[in-house]
T-cell receptor
Framework: KAGVTQTPRYLIKTRGQQVTLSCSPI?????VSWYQQTPGQGLQFLFE???????NKGNFPGRFSGRQFSNSRSEMNVSTLELGDSALYLC???????????FGQGTRLTVV | AQTVTQSQPEMSVQEAETVTLSCTYD???????LFWYKQPPSRQMILVIR??????QNATENRFSVNFQKAAKSFSLKISDSQLGDAAMYFC?????????????FGKGTRLSVIA
């Protein structure tokens, strides 16, 4: 079974631009969660999507948004990028009600 | 709000020796799950071991075992017979139990070095 796939692996963007990250979950998993990882703040929850609906949301500004498609693939969008948005963005997929989450390799976003 | 604390930013262990990584958490919930994840330089978070709070028996997975002390809200990871491939960041994580998935709350991590 294929694991969680995130694309692209690396991105460099300029302040003020927007960016879209993609995540394909494990086949059969309908829950996709996004986390931001930075050296200062550690791992922080962004949001979770299940069956195309946002079910949980972390404490991030509205510049961070996401969506999920009918095939469970999810995209995360960050608008008006700031230097502080530079981070590793991790996607995790789960079966609903499952205890564990399986992570992708992440997208390293650098904002210059 | 739930919090997870890992008090050891860095640890080192000799190859083939045993090391214990510490984790404490704070929650008012009675039903939850605890996890240890490993993040090697490849950046992918890999699940090492999980523990259900309602189970008194400590979880084990090959060379990895936990010491779960529910009353003390402590959840340490013991790695036996350490190998070079164990070198990584280790994150302790908490998830409230429920019918619907709940977010993982992570500690800041412990960087483990394995010395040959």
């Amino acid at each position: 079974k294929a694991g969680v796939t995130q694309t692209p692996r690396y991105l460099i963007k300029t302040r003020g631009q927007q960016v879209t990250l993609s995540c394909s979950p494990i086949s059969g998993h309908r829950s996709v969660s996004w986390y931001q990882q930075t050296p200062g703040q550690g791992l922080q929850f962004l949001f979770e999507y299940f069956s195309e609906t946002q079910r949980n949301k972390g404490n991030f500004p509205g510049r961070f948004s996401g969506r999920q498609f009918s095939n469970s693939r999810s995209e995360m969008n960050v608008s008006t990028l700031e230097l502080g948005d530079s981070a590793l963005y991790l996607c995790a997929s789960s079966s609903d009600g499952a205890t564990e989450a399986f992570f992708g390799q992440g997208t390293r976003l650098t904002v210059v | 709000a739930q919090t997870v604390t890992q008090s050891q930013p860095e640890m080192s262990v000799q190859e083939a020796e045993t090391v214990t990584l510490s984790c404490t958490y704070d929650t008012s919930e009675s039903d939850y799950y605890l996890f240890w994840y490993k993040q090697p330089p490849s950046r992918q978070m890999i699940l090492v071991i999980r523990q259900e709070a309602y189970k008194q028996q400590n979880a084990t997975e090959n060379r990895f075992s936990v010491n779960f002390q529910k009353a003390a809200k402590s959840f340490s990871l013991k790695i036996s017979d350490s190998q070079l491939g164990d070198a990584a960041m280790y994150f302790c994580a908490y998830r409230r139990a429920g019918i619907r998935n709940t977010p993982l709350v992570f500690g800041k991590g412990t960087r483990l070095s394995v010395i040959a």
